[in-house]
């Protein structure tokens, strides 16, 4: 596993923890990608960003994404870009979560690990769900 820098987590968390959920700007994928350009200078998906939308910046269906992605799954599509694991994901993560009150057409969100929570975005800020509830995990190697 590559040693993330927790200390530039950190300090993101603390400049967005504020910031409300925004579609293309502040979304889980933004965030999530964002955390890890600020952990390990380039994010877990850069080539994905602006790939989940169309041409008038509407979030793809289902199957647009299944195409778009060539994928059936969210977890399927990140294990092409991150190993994913079976045990407590360590601080800075990539974790899915269907405990989010939004309903996703993707079935989950997505958030990074803090050790003992999660951290996700929400309609005001960032929120925090204890790990248990993740579904899904992710590091980089």
Not at 12 to 26: D, L, M, R, S
Request: with cysteine; charged share 25%.
């Amino acid at each position: 596993m590559v040693t993330p820098n927790l200390v530039a987590l950190n300090d993101y968390i603390a400049e967005v923890k504020h910031k409300p959920f925004q579609w293309h700007t502040n979304d889980c994928f933004m965030f999530t990608n964002n955390a890890y350009k600020a952990m390990y200078g380039e994010g877990w998906a850069d080539d994905w960003a602006g790939k989940y939308i169309d041409k008038n910046g509407i979030y793809l269906k289902r199957d647009a994404l299944r195409k778009a992605f060539k994928a059936n799954t969210l977890a399927d599509a990140i294990d092409t870009k991150l190993t994913r694991i079976h045990y407590i994901p360590p601080r800075g993560g990539l974790v899915t979560t269907d405990k989010i009150i939004r309903k996703w057409v993707i079935g989950d969100a997505l958030g990074i690990s803090l050790g003992t929570k999660a951290i996700f975005v929400g309609e005001k800020g960032l929120i925090s769900i204890p790990i248990s509830l993740i579904r899904n995990a992710w590091i980089k190697e």
